[in-house]
């Protein structure tokens, strides 16, 4: 009872005195989830000993609050705001003084809840499923994406019985805390210190008491990840940086992918044989051999494409598929297998030795051409947590939208669609335009595969840029997986008429086109902050576009219409020379160019864009008022206001009783409203299209 009484004191003055108003309590169908509800945010508010809630709440009133996995917490300062369900929750809470039997309830409500809410949703589903005597009830994810190859993963979710997780600590895991969870049958794996967590294989039964612990932060799936030419440099203007010197040197990135094959010729320094590839790590554990014992760092064939776009010197096409950024160097980050599978601990540990190794090889941008799909809040997933730790770290990071613009879920028209960890805020998230076969960028479309915004739950708008991600052709991984798959898609050099190069369509193409354009002006100056990077290369983005196009998916012969608004093209498409050639500069703060938020307005039908609603800084100079970054110099006029664009027939605009509306904007579309993700990410028929899109592209 003392601990009762001491969060009942918490409570009520928060409750009353603040008037927090809780989406949650909105419709609650009987008693005992009124009990579980109240006692959720009776614990949350207990568990703040330094009232961090309240503090961000008199920073900004208006602001939407995520708490650890509990969702938006809406936050108006007026006493009204307080509905029927809070005093109903508050009345129940009073009664347990009178009906000490009644207590017990409450707080084995409260422990339960409590534990429900530091898991992720479909940890939590499967905690209920369990407990409900159904074990092997378990909930499927639909799989990860290969951002530029073919195929969905394996479900993140074992048989039932047991499940790979991070769990998220109060503060960097201790010898106590791992063994706190091997003691309820957990297997240890992995620290990752960079998001405070550690990765195990628990038993599903004993996830509702780790949960429960003081010291845990929140558990969420060790989710499957995968992997998401000649035209390309001239479409965004590369050639006329190399023609001026920049070419990169003496700029790392770090490639984390399925690895990088650098015995090609095209990863040569200039003045010799020496590979650019500065370091090899694998985190996936798997076989980097041949069948004849040569180490072979890319058995799928993806990063050492990837590698060839940003970077690869076009030695052995004479030039015609030279990289964007032809000498810069890599450090090699293998975390994904020969099927181009991996997961979240995996590429959170690759992102946390990249850090580590930074001041070593100056390393200064990450490649991340991989994805999947988004099952919470940025705030509460530990990969959109390690890419801001990276960040913040002084390290562009620089990630694939994803290839699920085709899926059309109740009418959705392929919005809602970003993945992780692209759907973070913070890093640079990049979208694939068609370069249509010629050299001008002025005929060059959206390609229809490319993943449109806003992200899931948290509505940020994205893609921030895009670039040629369609039947890109570079460097081959011979003997890997992809090219036994696709044989067709072998291209020659013309250096010595052997199939050097490989075609491959994707985001996962266009993501490493933006990443050798950061490499060029770091290059230029390498005092330029990430922010600053981002802001330069989104204001500078070339911004004329039509209102619609269709393309065709040559595999099926289906047809797609695009709409060339915020959610599909971001700030426009990536234009190296003229931000070579800019010299503006945006505030050196982390933050500073933090993607907004879309916010609609339910009774005017509205949409509007908020600075943003990062846990890192709520202001950003590049969504102010000022000339330099202002809206229309970012978004340009015609895609933020152009009638048939913004404001035109696409779904995200249209009549909200429309199903594919609520899917994009969920239910409650107000400040806090929840966005409709098991419909979009629950189908996984809906989304095996997108296989397709890596070997035949777009027309």
Request: aromatic share 14%; glycine share 8%.
């Given at each position: 009872m003392p601990v009762f009484w001491q969060w009942l004191a918490t409570f009520l003055p928060n409750l009353f005195h603040s008037s927090i108003r809780i989406s949650e309590l909105a419709i609650i169908p009987d008693m005992e989830l009124i009990v579980q509800r109240f006692a959720h945010i009776f614990v949350r508010l207990s568990e703040d000993p330094e009232d961090t809630v309240q503090n961000q709440i008199r920073n900004n009133e208006t602001r939407n609050i995520h708490a650890a996995g509990h969702g938006f917490f809406p936050v108006k300062f007026f006493p009204m705001q307080i509905g029927p369900m809070h005093i109903v929750a508050a009345v129940v809470a009073l009664l347990t003084l009178t009906f000490p039997a009644m207590s017990q309830v409450v707080l084995t409500a409260t422990t339960r809840a409590a534990a429900m809410a530091k898991l992720s949703p479909e940890l939590a589903e499967l905690s209920r499923s369990t407990e409900m005597g159904a074990p092997n009830a378990v909930p499927r994810s639909s799989g990860s994406?290969?951002?530029?190859?073919?195929?969905l993963g394996s479900p993140d979710l074992g048989s039932g019985s047991w499940v790979r997780v991070i769990v998220q600590f109060q503060q960097r895991p201790a010898s106590e805390h791992i063994a706190r969870v091997q003691n309820l049958g957990g297997r240890f794996h992995r620290r990752l210190d960079l998001v405070q967590s550690g990765?195990?294989?628990v038993p599903a039964s004993a996830l509702g008491e780790i949960a429960s612990a003081r010291e845990v932060?929140?558990?969420s799936l060790d989710h499957g990840l995968e992997a998401a030419d000649?035209?390309?440099n001239a479409a965004v203007g590369a050639d006329v940086a190399f023609q001026s010197g920049h070419d990169g040197t003496g700029v790392t990135v770090a490639v984390i992918d399925s690895g990088i094959n650098d015995t090609n010729p095209d990863f040569f320094q200039s003045t010799g044989s020496a590979s650019r590839v500065l370091y090899h790590q694998d985190f996936t554990g798997t076989s980097i051999q041949d069948a004849a014992g040569n180490v072979v760092y890319d058995t799928y064939g993806h990063g050492t494409h990837v590698a060839g776009i940003l970077g690869g010197n076009g030695k052995l096409s004479n030039g015609k598929y030279r990289g964007v950024a032809a000498n810069v160097n890599f450090v090699d980050l293998r975390v994904l297998d020969q099927n181009g599978g991996g997961s979240d601990s995996n590429v959170i540990a690759a992102i946390q030795q990249a850090i580590s190794l930074k001041s070593a090889y100056n390393i200064r941008v990450i490649n991340l051409s991989l994805g999947r799909p988004v099952w919470n809040y940025y705030a509460s997933d530990p990969l959109c947590q390690a890419v801001e730790a990276a960040w913040q770290a002084g390290i562009v990071v620089v990630v694939a939208a994803g290839n699920y613009g085709r899926l059309d879920v109740d009418g959705s028209d392929g919005y809602g669609t970003i993945t992780a960890p692209g759907n973070d805020p913070l890093i640079l998230t990049v979208g694939a335009m068609k370069s249509m076969e010629t050299t001008s960028r002025t005929d060059d479309l959206i390609a229809s595969y490319s993943s449109k915004g806003p992200t899931t739950y948290?509505?940020?708008?994205?893609?921030?840029?895009l670039a040629p991600g369609n039947l890109v052709n570079s460097v081959i991984a011979h003997g890997s997986t992809l090219e036994a798959e696709y044989p067709d898609n072998r291209v020659s050099g013309v250096a010595d008429g052997n199939f050097d190069y490989f075609t491959l369509s994707g985001t996962s193409m266009a993501t490493p086109v933006v990443s050798g354009a950061v490499a060029l002006l770091l290059q230029q100056n390498a005092a330029l902050t990430p922010d600053q990077i981002k802001a330069r290369l989104m204001k500078t983005a070339y911004k004329t576009f039509p209102g619609s196009s269709v393309a065709m998916d040559p595999v099926t012969?289906?047809?797609?219409?695009?709409?060339?608004?915020m959610f599909t093209v971001g700030a426009g498409y990536l234009d190296v020379g003229a931000g070579l050639q800019n010299t503006d500069l945006a505030a050196a703060t982390v933050g500073a160019a933090l993607s907004p938020a879309a916010l609609y307005d339910a009774t005017s039908g509205t949409v509007s864009l908020a600075d943003g609603?990062?846990?890192v800084n709520a202001s950003s100079v590049v969504w102010g008022n000022s000339v330099v970054w202002g809206n229309s110099v970012v978004w340009g006029n015609s895609v933020v206001w152009g009638n048939s664009v913004v404001w035109g027939n696409s779904v995200v605009w249209g009549n909200n009783t429309l199903a594919g509306f609520s899917v994009v904007w969920g239910n409650s579309t107000g400040n806090g409203g929840t966005a409709g993700s098991s419909v979009v990410w629950g189908n996984s028929a809906a989304l095996s299209q997108a296989s397709s899109v890596a070997a035949k592209g777009d027309e």
């Open positions: 994406q290969n951002l530029g190859s073919p195929g990765v195990f294989t932060r929140f558990i000649d035209l390309t948290d509505h940020v708008v994205k893609p921030d840029i012969g289906a047809t797609y219409t695009s709409y060339y608004d609603n990062s846990v």
